[in-house]
């Protein structure tokens, strides 16, 4: 008799079993059908690698060091003080100090561009000023030791050609003009090797 219990119990046992077996499948179900359309939703966002590619780093453009008007600064700080003057000059204040230190902002710029390297500044009111600029603040191209194109205005066919491979990067400022009035301005950037 005691043969016919303990088949009972695990009889008993097993009819029990079979639905808290078949209640863990559907919640697992659930849970694998919720994190499949989560992982869809979220696949357009950044992650965090791609931000990690964007912040600056020790060897950054903007970290390099030049000299402007006797002054040793890196290209942040000299952009952080040519805005200023471009956005007073834009409202047509201190037109004739602007121009003077662009010219040495440029001149100061073209000094570190080493051979076959471009650089290009594009700033403006917008995110992302490059998207379809054809004109920039500073574009430099140096090539077999010579300066085959150095302006302070055309970019020479546009920045598309960069944008498509993803190799521009951008820096937002708040800057005060010199009557106390702020703007956001955006600065796209790219130094490297020219694309031809």
Sequence with gaps: MKVIMSRKGQIGKLIAIVPIMFLIFIIMGIFVVLSG??????????????????????????FRNLNLDGKTMN?????????PKKLDESQGRGRDEF???????QSSLESFVED???LFLVQ???ENPSNGATTGEFYIHKKNGEFLFT?????????????????IKGISFFVI????VGANVYVDYYYGRCIE
């Design 37 to 62: 359309t989560f992982s869809l939703t979220n696949s357009g966002e950044e992650d965090s690698s791609n931000f990690a590619s964007e912040v600056l780093s020790p060897d950054d453009l903007m």
């Design 75 to 83: 290209v942040i700080d000299a952009i952080s003080m040519y805005l």
């Design 99 to 105: 121009v003077k230190f662009k010219k040495s902002l």
């Design 116 to 118: 076959n390297r471009c």
């Design 124 to 126: 403006g009111k917008k």
């Design 151 to 167: 302006s302070a205005g055309g970019l020479g066919g546009g920045v598309n050609k960069y944008q498509d491979l993803g190799l």
């Design 177 to 180: 003009d010199s009557e106390g």
